[in-house]
């Protein structure tokens, strides 16, 4: 089991920044990989970023690539997602997820662990 709480949303103007936490606790947070979704209003839930266990590897959604950051704290058991240069089009809720292996995906089917999510909203 993989207990998952995010924290750091809010309101931002469009340009801003904000950092989200996912803070993990239960299974070996230092060996699974780890992902950020986000699901706006009326919209299927879609993939930002992904790191692997070891933060060596990570994977970003084209739509956020060069605005947005993954990485994580093995010390800490805790997930971040530094984002920059935001748009209106960026609100959404955002989830981090857990896979139960160190192997990255994209997919929202091979993550099997979710946080309740944290709202984002972009003002232009």
């Known amino acids: 089991q993989v207990q998952l709480v995010e924290s750091g949303g809010g309101l931002v103007q469009a340009g801003g920044s904000l950092r989200l936490s996912c803070a993990a606790s239960g299974r070996t947070f230092s060996r699974i990989a780890m992902g950020w979704f986000r699901q706006a209003p009326g919209k299927e839930r879609e993939f930002v970023a992904a790191?692997?266990?070891?933060?060596?590897?990570?994977y970003y959604a084209d739509s956020v690539l060069g605005r947005f950051t993954v990485s994580r704290d093995n010390a800490k058991n805790t997930l971040y997602l530094q984002m920059s240069s935001l748009k209106p089009e960026d609100t959404a809720v955002y989830y981090c997820a857990a896979d139960t292996t160190p192997v990255v995906h994209t997919t929202t089917s091979a993550y099997d662990y979710w946080g309740q999510g944290t709202q984002v909203t972009v003002s232009s």
């Open positions: 790191i692997s266990w070891s933060g060596g590897s990570t």
